[in-house]
């Protein structure tokens, strides 16, 4: 621990002093040292913030259409035992929901146009209770879809590129036909448009069908459910609930959480986050190594009193910690601003971003490109400690060699040319 006087000299020599023009200049070039910690842990703050927000959005509206953990059998074919499954699914005390489905890829047609689509079959009672598009379309389209009318809700986009609205008819046609002696003919079922969603997720409104359960199952040739959809309370656990439940369901059925199925955007999105954090860590390194030159001009300007202050008995170690002190008090302070600074951004971001937008008239989201019209930020202290934690060392890191070789001034050459 520094004594109180190397702590009041190092607190000192941080401001520097008025007493002449070449202090102020070493207290400018401190200044600019702190401002640039404090600039780049705001930086590197807020890009964090707004990369976890947009992660955060996307995840949200991809899990509006996803489940949490998802149950099928292999090779598309219906459940056995479909009621044990589930009761054994329900009994897991993370679970809060589960749902049967139809999943198949068929093609839909209209006229000339055609496109590949995702066939879900649910059940509009049980939907609402693992998905949350399902609650929103809850009040609208979900009860129009009645077993044995053959209706359908497509994705907004899908839709779009059919050019259908609710009330047309389009075309669904599976893979897996009749075989006659022609050939294998596809089977083919004329649907009505009951109603569309955009849940927000290019993917999912441009290539996804919701139909009747028992449609799906008639049209697809299946004898019931080809999976269960489970929603858990806490979605960053569902890989560790699907293992849990894995090996208490009866054989053949396989399991896959919502990170498995979306693994690859994940991890392109951590890589990113990741490369991101770099980058801008050396925004802060090259503020923090400005404190170099800082203490190496402070220690040139202060020999005189290094040389006066080792006479009176301070030791090369206590002249060492005296500009250890003033570096880290300059690292410290700029890091402390810059976590402030950075925070109050990314928590005030909603307000910050539409006034810009205002003054400038312009719009950093339009709303046709990126769904999304505000900004998001979403800081969490996973990213902002180690930012604060990784500043403070390198602030720290870089004291050393200008405090060592003040420690090293022989008082005797220091005062001969004063």
Not at 320 to 345: D, K, P, R, W, Y
């Amino acid at each position: 621990m520094q004594t109180p006087y190397e702590l009041l000299i190092g607190w000192r020599y941080t401001r520097a002093g008025r007493s002449s023009r070449r202090n102020g200049f070493i207290s400018f070039i401190s200044g600019v040292s702190m401002l640039g910690i404090a600039l780049g842990v705001a930086a590197l703050i807020v890009v964090l913030s707004v990369m976890n927000g947009f992660q955060k959005e996307v995840r949200d509206r991809m899990l509006g259409v996803l489940s949490h953990i998802e149950l099928y059998a292999p090779g598309g074919e219906a459940i056995p035992n479909l009621p044990d499954a589930m009761a054994i699914v329900q009994r897991h005390p993370e679970v809060l929901g589960v749902a049967p489905f139809v999943g198949a890829q068929a093609l839909l047609a209209r006229g000339e146009d055609m496109k590949g689509v995702l066939v879900r079959g649910i059940d509009p009672a049980q939907e609402p209770q693992v998905a949350e598009l399902a609650k929103t379309l809850s009040q609208s389209s979900l009860p129009r879809l009645v077993p044995g009318s053959f209706g359908v809700i497509l994705g907004g986009e899908l839709a779009r590129s059919l050019g259908v609205g609710d009330g047309d008819t389009v075309t669904l046609i599976a893979p897996s036909g009749q075989v006659t002696p022609a050939g294998v003919v596809p089977r083919v079922r004329q649907m009505t448009v009951v109603g569309t969603f955009d849940s927000g997720h290019y993917e999912y409104d441009s290539a996804l069908a919701l139909l009747n359960i028992e449609d799906a199952a008639r049209i697809f040739r299946v004898e019931g459910p080809t999976g269960v959809r489970i929603k858990i309370r806490d979605l960053h656990r569902a890989r560790e609930v699907a293992l849990e439940l894995a090996p208490t369901l009866p054989d053949g059925l396989l399991i896959k959480d919502w990170t498995r199925q979306n693994r690859t955007w994940f991890a392109a999105v951590q890589l990113e986050k990741r490369m991101m954090f770099i980058i801008l860590t050396l925004i802060v390194a090259v503020a923090a190594f400005n404190l170099v030159s800082t203490l190496v001009m402070t220690v040139t300007d202060k020999r005189a009193d290094i040389a006066i202050l080792r006479t009176l008995g301070a030791s090369p170690k206590s002249i060492m910690g005296i500009f250890m002190v003033q570096g880290a008090m300059v690292g410290v302070i700029g890091t402390g601003v810059g976590l402030l600074l950075g925070l109050g951004i990314a928590f005030n971001i909603d307000v910050i971003v539409p006034a810009i937008e205002r003054a400038l008239g312009a719009s950093f989201l339009p709303k046709d490109v990126y769904l999304i019209s505000q900004m998001p930020s979403d800081p969490q202290r996973a990213d902002i400690l180690p930012v604060a934690v990784i500043s403070l060392v390198l602030s720290f890191v870089a004291t050393i060699y200008p405090s060592w070789r003040a420690s090293r001034v022989n008082p005797a050459e220091a005062l001969r040319y004063e």
